[in-house]
């Protein structure tokens, strides 16, 4: 895509209108009669409030699950439920974050994503999506800190063609090239957005703080990262004995077990065993401070570890955190506001982990140079629960409030084998859940006022601050230290380029070439028009022809508008840009795009191993990266012709926001001997943009440099 997309780029955003629902009386009811006054004798009057009795809370009994396993060594996790027709499941799988190099931090998560997102071997993504929309279904993929995910979703009546669909992507996942750049765009869309929220800022560093257990993925680590890293890491973690499958559902047992045994039966591999997750390393106490000088108030968070499920004080932790500041009877919330601080929606919470400590943390807001009383009081709270028992009310209240909380779901049959599965995964007890609440309802005063001494030291908190300060002295005793949280800028380059890769990017090359027509017909060719109509996905066409002499003569004519008429012309280094009545010099980001388009014309693409400074290197068997100075093009061959089928490359809004654009290229028709496409269709960013029709390829017609380079 060229003008057209230029002019999408710098388009305005369309806002819809939603109507106001209509009122439920009328604006100006007419008044109703009054009602005559009964005579009948009134009953008991009602009970106030105060009065009223609840049942006690009850705890849901865990399920009792089918557990065996495969002959390929997978274990499986069935659980029967027959009020509804649906049927869920997924496979956990021990994998993570946790087990990323530094220098390829984000490997895991684009793995997980390009599971459900690539397609497998036998469907594309496309074909997926359609056939998951027929039948009713839903698959999903991703690999968090310490676990990776497939799960699907699916009425019984289609269970079969759903498992066999769940059974490819788990199995046969492709790693489409064109869907990896799309991963690797939205991952750095993300990395480029991480600092824009204060409150992920804070509560991110406060838990790399205490918990510094994985790599933060940047720029630089993303942006080399190739299909075959992304198949290594898959072939690493995914293999059945290293898998717990869950279902649950409308089934029959024994013919669950059957089917999956039929399917997932010769899924073999010989992989090693997974090493154990890493153990974690704490760190406690200290300050740090993180400059946000766009902030007006100061965010600032207290944190300490909180404990595993397993931990007997888990329970009572949770419980202290709930009395000091959950909820609108917390000690935090009641407390009486001193006259000079300025401290808004201070609370706690205290949450476990499975395989880390969790986190017992204190967060509020701070006015402008008062940052240290969110620390202060929250001390000032915490001294009193480390020197007296709160009130019987005050943990009868927490306890309720947690039991509220973590039982939410565990009526849920798929939740609950979910977490039976978790449980397997992480070799906790089935019912840890149930059992974590049968703690809550034992803590007692004097657990509170223990695990408070015991845990709460005020010494053992790391306290952090996100504002506009340029110091914080820590009310315990000395300054903070500033955290750095600038973004790496993003590398040159994106494919290592050597011998071997430069090697095979010259056969992909040269293979293309072949089908196209052969090497010497596409340099016999001095010159080129094409004439393209786009249809744009949200409305409207535009018209565009691309004249051009080889080596790098490029002029770029738009379709005539009231405003005029988008020209840009290059001779490969420099050009101009006009609107068919004034021009002016062509800068960046046009000017790379025109320099971009120039490269991605067909016959200079398929030439791009004879054109001096430009690199052609693959990046798999089906995928090269040509690249001229800071331009870079992904070219994606068909397996069967050897044509180009897909080219991505970015390009940057006036305001430097890139884009990923990938263009499908279809239709391929000879012209004097050569084969070019006459059909596109556009994506930016995954998003569908526009379909192009060529109407007119001409070659060798004898066009001019002067000619061309003539401004309007």
């Keep these: 895509m060229r003008l057209a997309l230029s002019a999408a780029l710098l388009a305005a955003a369309a806002f819809g209108q939603v109507g106001m629902p209509p009122p439920l009386v009328p604006s100006n009811p007419a008044p109703a009669a009054r009602p005559a006054r009964s005579t009948a004798p009134r009953g008991p009057a009602a009970p106030a409030y105060k009065e009223l009795k609840y049942p006690a809370l009850r705890l849901p009994e865990a399920p009792q699950a089918a557990r065996f396993q495969l002959s390929n060594g997978m274990k499986v996790v069935l659980l029967e439920n027959h009020e509804v027709p649906l049927i869920t499941g997924g496979a956990l799988v021990k994998t993570g974050a946790v087990y990323e190099t530094a220098n390829q931090a984000g490997l895991a998560t684009l793995t997980g994503a390009l ?168 760190h406690t106490g200290g300050a740090i401070l993180i400059a946000k000088p766009d902030l007006r108030l100061n965010l600032v968070a207290m944190g300490a570890p909180g404990g595993t499920y397993l931990d007997p004080d888990a329970a009572a932790l949770d419980v202290t955190a709930t009395i000091l500041g959950a909820g609108a009877r917390s000690r935090l919330r009641r ?68 039991w509220l909380r973590v039982g939410e779901g565990l009526d849920n049959p798929a939740r609950v084998a979910l977490a039976i599965g978790a449980a397997d995964y992480y070799g906790y007890p089935a019912d840890y859940l149930q059992q974590y609440l049968k703690r809550v309802a034992a803590v007692t005063r004097a657990d509170v006022l223990r695990v408070a001494k015991e845990k709460l030291e005020p010494s053992k908190f790391t306290v952090a601050v996100v504002g506009n300060l340029r110091t914080f002295e820590d009310p315990r005793g000395g300054s903070a230290t500033k955290v750095d949280i600038t973004i790496p800028p ?70 005539a508008t009231q405003f005029g008429r988008l020209i840009r012309f290059t001779d490969g280094t420099n050009g101009w840009i006009s609107n068919g009545y004034a021009s002016g010099p062509l800068i960046n980001p046009g000017l790379q795009q025109s320099l971009g ?74 012209v004097d001997g050569i084969k070019l496409p006459f059909a596109t269709t556009v994506f930016q960013n995954g998003t569908k943009y526009a379909d192009g029709v060529v109407t007119e390829i001409k070659l060798n017609q004898g066009l001019k440099v002067e000619v061309l380079q003539k401004r309007p």
């Design 115 to 282: 599971i459900r997102g690539g397609g497998s071997r036998l469907k594309t993504p496309d074909e997926l999506e359609s056939e998951l929309a027929a039948l009713g279904a839903s698959i999903d993929s991703g690999i968090g800190e310490t676990m990776g995910s497939v799960t699907f979703s699916t009425l019984k009546e289609n269970v079969a063609p759903t498992l066999s669909l769940f059974h490819d992507l788990l199995t046969t996942p492709a790693f489409r090239s064109d869907r990896l750049d799309l991963g690797k765009s939205a991952v750095m869309n993300s990395i480029g957005r991480r600092n824009d929220d204060a409150r992920q800022v804070l509560r991110r560093e406060l838990l790399h703080a205490v918990h510094p257990q994985t790599h933060q993925p940047e720029y630089g680590a993303v942006a080399p990262l190739r299909r075959t890293d992304l198949e290594q890491f898959y072939r690493r973690y995914f293999f059945p004995a290293n898998t717990i499958l869950v279902v649950s559902g409308d089934f029959r047992t024994e013919e669950m077990k059957g089917a999956l045994e039929v399917l997932f039966g010769g899924w073999k591999s010989d992989q090693a065993p997974v090493p154990d997750l890493p153990k974690e390393e704490t």
């Design 335 to 402: 407390r009486p506001a001193r006259p000079t601080e300025s401290v808004e929606n201070i609370q706690a919470e205290s949450y476990p982990g499975f395989v880390t400590a969790g986190l017992f943390a204190v967060t509020g807001t701070a006015g402008p140079g008062a940052a240290a009383d969110v620390v202060t009081v929250a001390l000032d709270e915490l001294q009193k629960l480390r020197t007296s028992e709160p009130t019987d009310e005050e943990v009868r209240i927490a306890r309720e409030m947690i």
């Design 490 to 559: 993003p590398p040159t380059g994106r494919t290592a380029v050597d011998t071997t890769t430069l090697d095979d990017g010259k056969k992909l090359l040269e293979r293309a070439q072949q089908a196209a027509g052969g090497a010497a017909k596409l340099a016999a060719v001095k010159d080129m028009s094409i004439k393209t109509s786009y249809s744009i996905a949200r409305g409207g066409k535009d018209d565009e022809w691309d004249q051009w002499v080889a080596p790098s003569t490029l002029r770029q004519d738009g379709t």
């Design 597 to 670: 388009d120039l490269i991605r014309l067909p016959v200079n693409l398929l030439l791009s191993d004879r054109v001096p400074g430009r690199t052609v290197a693959a990046i798999d068997d089906e995928t090269v990266e040509i690249r001229q100075g800071e331009i870079v093009t992904r070219v994606v061959f068909d397996p069967k012709t050897g044509l180009p089928s897909q080219l991505h490359y970015d390009l940057l809004t006036d305001r430097g926001q890139p884009i990923l654009v990938q263009e499908t290229l279809s239709d391929f028709r000879d």
